[in-house]
């Protein structure tokens, strides 16, 4: 991608940002704290205000401020349009592409829409000091430039605690969010909480982000995907990276002051770069699925060389680590890890919210669940049974070998499981052949749909051309014009076919993808429709490796591969 399409996507992130924002303004009873015309005074904990900033206060006059981010999809469950691909196959080995569902902890002015809120800078020296004392930061940080803080004045001291919390262990900083918290809710200050989001009446509290709600954010949120730039690998262009993050290159191992790179386009400061950043999410080889390690980290450091930054990076902080040199284990302090705070809720905070909940649930179980990432998993019947008749064998052998007077009953039992396991073989194999052939006649239809356009296009040119010679062609320009249109709208119909169709096949065991394309590959075909069952073979391939169904590159290779075909 050249430096002008990044340039073009962002300008039109930034402008759709706008219209939103604008439009949510302009709605009769939205009332925010801050409006475009109003923005919040400048302090040391907020060096670069922005409209929009949701300021909390922390003791001794410091402050703390995040950014709203609103989460596609309405209501509490959402729909397809929550789902959100993560990770870069281009990647290390732990950020392979996963598609997932992105959802927020709050309702939007609009109610029905859900939001999730990030700090806008990263936890610093002067935030962790102002909850936890002076000596409480000296106790908890193995930093050894933080010794000379009580020594500092000025600005040299600003600067310091200013500076990303570090050199800090994981425990500590649950122990800084656990006592911001007590402080936040003591009752006889119910001023500090005037600020805090509210589900229903409850408010949020302080919690680290999880890796989806950091990594949704850092990818530039909705304005990114309406833009078609959030599965880019940096929200900005990466000749740029020296503006918007601190890193190897431009840091050489030293935090800086945050706030002093660009914002992106959610205002966010330093989400790359400077210290990177704890989870709340034990560290796994696919961020949902694999061993639980250490505390997952995410955005790279004043460590990271520049080209490695990406959205996807993370990495692993073992808590606990054992110090070979020294022969024993030792809870983990790390330079350049720190830490930025989200405002969470629970998912249920009163019976009447629970009965809404379980209200809109049915609507999503019918409507949307099983096209969701885990309605994929969890409501195919025929993978369940599939999976609970082989564990039903270890079950069996066990009765077998602990009751020999039943051998016979649980034999016959046993001998009816593998009918039933051949059967569900059998169709899981009939329905990806069906899903193969199906999606290879949506194929052809749109090869043939290219085709005729292409050479209707032509025939367009040439009735415009003599249209402008005389009118009385301008009726066969219509005519052409009108079954171009005709054509477009089932194109786009049959591509959608086809898009369903690879990412239904594309969630089947490759045993069951060879097969189906294997059946489909002995019957005879035309040229064309050979043609297509190479490409249809080529998108579910990509599907399975990425979980994304990118109809729109779909169509190109449909289009290279058609454009100067013959039937012939």
């Known amino acids: 991608m050249s430096n002008n399409d990044v340039m073009n996507r962002q300008f039109s992130a930034c402008l759709i940002c706008f219209l939103f924002v604008a439009i949510c303004l302009c709605r009769e009873g939205f009332s925010p704290k801050y409006t475009f015309a109003e923005t919040p005074s400048q302090t040391m904990y907020n060096p670069r205000p922005a409209p929009g900033d949701l300021i909390l206060p922390m003791p001794g ?6 950014r709203r981010v609103q989460v596609p999809g309405r209501g509490f469950w959402g729909d397809q349009e929550r789902i959100i691909q993560i990770g870069d196959a281009a990647g290390g080995i732990f950020e392979g592409l996963q598609r997932t569902q992105i959802s927020g902890s709050f309702p939007t002015a609009e109610s029905d829409a859900w939001e999730l809120i990030l700090a806008k800078y990263e936890l610093t020296r002067g935030q962790y000091a102002a909850v936890m004392g002076m000596e409480g930061l000296l106790v908890a940080s193995g930093a050894p430039e933080d010794k000379k803080l009580p020594t500092l004045q000025g600005r040299a001291l600003r600067d310091a605690l200013m500076r990303p919390l570090a050199y800090v ?6 122990v800084f969010i656990r006592r911001y918290n007590q402080w936040l809710f003591d009752p006889e200050h119910p001023e500090r909480l005037s600020s805090m989001p509210r589900l229903g009446e409850a408010p949020g509290f302080l919690r680290l982000p999880a890796e989806d709600e950091w990594e949704y954010c850092a990818r530039g949120g909705l304005p990114a995907i309406a833009a078609g730039s959030f599965n880019d690998r940096l929200p900005f262009p990466a000749a740029e990276a020296n503006d918007y993050a601190w890193h190897l290159g431009n840091a050489k191992h030293q935090l800086r002051p945050v706030g002093l790179r660009k914002s992106d386009l959610l205002g966010f400061h330093d989400l790359f770069g400077n210290a990177q950043e704890m989870t709340s999410g034990l560290f796994r080889p696919e961020i949902w699925q694999g061993k639980p390690g250490g505390v997952a980290v995410r955005g790279g450091s004043v460590s990271t060389p520049p080209n490695d930054l990406r959205s996807a990076l993370r ?4 808590g606990f680590a054992w110090n070979a040199d020294e022969k024993r284990v030792e809870e983990r302090r790390s330079f350049n890890t720190g830490a930025r705070l989200a405002i969470g809720a629970n998912v249920v905070v009163s019976t009447a919210q629970r009965a ?6 049915e609507a999503y179980r019918a409507e949307f669940r099983r096209t969701m990432p885990v309605g994929r998993t969890l409501d195919n019947l025929v993978a369940q049974a599939s999976v609970q008749l082989g564990s039903a064998d270890a079950i069996v052998a066990r009765l077998l070998q ?3 007077a039943l051998q016979e009953p649980l034999t016959a039992v046993q001998a ?4 039933a396991k051949e059967r569900l073989e059998l169709a899981q194999r009939e329905n990806a052949r069906s899903l193969a052939q199906d999606a290879t006649r949506n194929g052809v239809n749109l090869s043939v749909y ?10 367009l040119k040439t009735a415009q051309e003599l249209a402008e010679a005389s009118t009385r062609y301008q009726q066969q320009v219509e005519a052409v014009e009108k079954t171009m249109r005709e054509l477009n709208a089932a194109l786009a119909e049959q591509l959608q076919g086809y898009g369903d169709k690879i990412s239904n096949l594309g969630g089947y065991e490759t045993a069951y993808i060879d097969y189906a394309f294997t059946q489909l590959g002995s019957k005879e075909m035309t040229n064309r429709e050979r043609q297509v069952m190479e490409l249809t ?3 579910v391939q990509i599907y399975a490796d990425e979980r994304r169904a990118d109809t729109e590159l779909w169509l190109k290779d449909f289009r290279h591969r058609f454009d100067v075909f013959s039937d012939s």
Do not use: P
Request: charged fraction near 40%.
């Open 450 to 459: 290219l085709s005729r356009l292409k050479r209707l296009a032509a025939t």
């Open 169 to 174: 262990s994981h425990g500590d900083l649950l």
């Open 356 to 361: 809404e909940i379980e209200k809109e649930y």
């Open 416 to 419: 009816t499981l593998d009918k």
């Open 315 to 318: 990495g692993e902080l073992d």
């Open 537 to 539: 073979r080529l998108h």
């Open 61 to 66: 006059e410091v402050e703390m401020v995040f």
């Open 402 to 404: 602990d009751n020999q």
